[in-house]
């Protein structure tokens, strides 16, 4: 991981593309936050910390898409069970990440990286897969583009180490490119039976 694009090329593509995005959606994110808040009800926004570059934690924060936890009338331990179809809908066109363009701005987050993860998984990964903390997490990343969530574990982890070692303006432009395809032909959502990605149990379960 190393050149002009590892150096700075890529937070300079990333605040300028970044900026300009967030203020291309603007009317989308300010109609997604209406529905949400009609739909789902309060907070309209999910937030969380998870480990950035270096696994330095961030507040993530993105639409809602499932029914509180609280909620008598669904299991907190079932996100089946409290996903609904307009949350469905959200996580399918990826409009719920909208909001993470403002991390991408503040330099939190990447376009392009490994998806932040929870901070639990953090004792749970190897050695090399916890490389995958050498970089900024990204909006999107090759991951996403390979299945999205209904990539196993070993090798979603994977990818974002290869995606470390390789990465590149070319590499960037083309995974951004396949998530545009991905998000408009809605693939790998989620994992066969799951409404989101099954939780990683640790390498010695995979």
């Known amino acids: ?5 590892a150096g700075f090329g890529k937070r300079l593509f990333d605040l300028i593309a970044g900026i300009f995005l967030f203020v291309l959606t603007l009317p989308l994110l300010a109609i997604t936050g209406f529905l949400v808040r009609i739909k789902l ?3 309209v926004l999910f937030k969380q910390d998870r480990p950035g570059k270096d ?7 993105k639409f809602r898409t499932m029914l509180p936890a609280t909620s008598g009338t669904v299991s907190s331990e079932d996100d089946a069970a409290r996903m609904t179809g307009f949350g469905r809908a959200l996580r399918s066109t990826s409009l719920d990440e909208l909001p993470e363009l403002y991390a991408v701005i ?6 392009v990286g490994p998806r932040p993860l929870l901070t639990e998984y953090l004792p749970l990964y190897s050695e090399e897969q916890a490389r995958r903390h050498e970089v900024r997490p990204g909006l999107t990343g090759l991951a996403q583009v390979s299945g999205r969530n209904a990539v196993n574990w070993p090798e979603r982890l994977a990818m974002d180490v ?5 990465l590149s303006l070319k590499l960037d432009l ?12 809605r693939d790998g959502t989620s994992a066969e039976g799951q409404a ?3 939780p990683f149990q640790g390498n010695a379960q995979e």
């Open 1 to 5: 991981m190393t050149g002009w694009y």
């Open 41 to 43: 009800g309060r907070p």
């Open 55 to 61: 696994g330095q934690l961030f507040t993530l924060a």
């Open 106 to 111: 503040k330099g939190e987050m990447s376009l």
């Open 162 to 166: 290869w995606y470390v070692d390789n």
């Open 174 to 185: 083309s995974i951004l490119w396949r998530t545009v395809r991905a998000v408009v032909k």
């Open 196 to 198: 989101t990605m099954a």
